[in-house]
Structure formats: structure tokens, C-alpha cells
């Protein structure tokens, strides 16, 4: 079974490894990374994105030793688009959290009229953090909590702009 996912993955962090582990125990995998151009379309919050290459470099650190755990090939491909590669052939399967599933439908009805035949969507549900609420990236770069979802109110968060050189 081959499984698709997609998302900006910045930072990668214990909510985005639920979605990785069950997209591993199902099959290969292959993570649609936004790229830089789509990336800050996809946001709810206006917020720094890192480039492609470094968050594309954390994410393959973070899914080689779960490739390897469950015997898996996996491959982090490029996305420009929001329906990105689910909507190829070669797919069975696709991941999504609850707020995905309506672009998860989408890509069913892309996939219809091209002829292909619908994946199966699989909703991962939330993680929750210390507070109840759920894991997200936007939490972690305001620095609200850190990757795994433990309550960091002394820390500062990454900010809307990228960090200058100076």
C-alpha cells in the first residue's frame, strides 16, 4: 500500500509524528512538503516559515528512524499546490488531522474526474499538550509550548519575519 501526506511541517513536532506513524503502519510513504511559494498560503496565522530545504532536511531526520521501525520506503517530495500529490496515480491511501479532512474530500473529486480511483482517507486525530489543547506548529513558534506539547511560558517565539543577519 503506497500512503500520502502532506503539510508544512515546521517545526515537526509530536501531533505531525501520530500522522507519521499511522501512515507507516499502512504502507510506504510520501510527505508532500509545501513549498516556500505555497507554504505561507496554507498558514491561519500570518508567521515565519522556514525555508523548504531546512524544514525538508528536519522532516527526513524525523522519518527515517520511523521508515526504519516499521520496514518502510519513504519519500519527501515538493508541493505547490494544496491537493498536491494525492491527486497522482500510485496512491491507496491518505493521511489527514480532522481540520484536513474537507481538502482530503477534495482531492477524491480531483482524483474522480481525472478517472483515478478515490483513496482511502484516514483522519489522525489531534495529540493533545499539557493544557488540553491540541499540538500545532503555531503554538510552538509563539512559544507558547515546545514540540511535544509541555507548557513553555519563559520562552520567546520565532516572530513573523525571518530572523535578520544582523
Same mark, same amino acid.
Given at each position: 500500500? =503506497?500512503?500520502?501526506? +502532506?503539510? $508544512?511541517?515546521?517545526?515537526? =513536532? ?7 506513524? &499511522? ?6 510513504? $510520501? ?8 507554504? *505561507?498560503? $496554507?498558514? =491561519?496565522?500570518? &508567521? ?28 519527501? &517530495?515538493?508541493?505547490?499546490? *494544496? $491537493?498536491?500529490?494525492?491527486?497522482? @496515480? ?7 488531522? *480532522? @481540520?484536513?479532512?474537507?481538502?482530503? @474530500? ?8 481525472? +478517472?483515478?480511483? *478515490? ?6 486525530? =489531534?495529540?493533545?499538550? @499539557?493544557? +488540553? ?24 517565539? &520565532? ?8
Amino acid at each position: 500500500m =503506497h500512503v500520502a501526506l +502532506g503539510g $508544512t511541517f515546521d517545526p515537526v =513536532h509530536d501531533g505531525h509524528l501520530a500522522l507519521f506513524e &499511522r501512515a507507516f503502519e499502512l504502507g510506504d510513504v $510520501t510527505v508532500g512538503l509545501t513549498s516556500d511559494e505555497l507554504a *505561507p498560503k $496554507t498558514r =491561519h496565522v500570518d &508567521r515565519y516559515v522556514r525555508p523548504f530545504d531546512d524544514r525538508k532536511a528536519d522532516l527526513e531526520a524525523e522519518l527515517r528512524p520511523l521508515a526504519e521501525e516499521y520496514g518502510r520506503e519513504f519519500e519527501v &517530495r515538493e508541493l505547490d499546490k *494544496p $491537493t498536491g500529490i494525492a491527486t497522482e @496515480e500510485g496512491f491507496d491511501v491518505l493521511i489527514v488531522s *480532522p @481540520e484536513t479532512r474537507g481538502g482530503g @474530500e477534495r482531492v477524491n473529486e480531483i482524483r474522480e474526474e481525472k +478517472g483515478l480511483k *478515490p483513496l482511502r482517507i484516514e483522519v489522525v486525530e =489531534h495529540v493533545p499538550a @499539557e493544557d +488540553g489543547k491540541r499540538i500545532s506548529s503555531t503554538r510552538i513558534v509563539s512559544g507558547e509550548i515546545d514540540r511535544h506539547g509541555n507548557l513553555t511560558p519563559d520562552r520567546e517565539g &520565532r516572530g513573523r519575519t525571518p530572523p535578520s543577519d544582523e
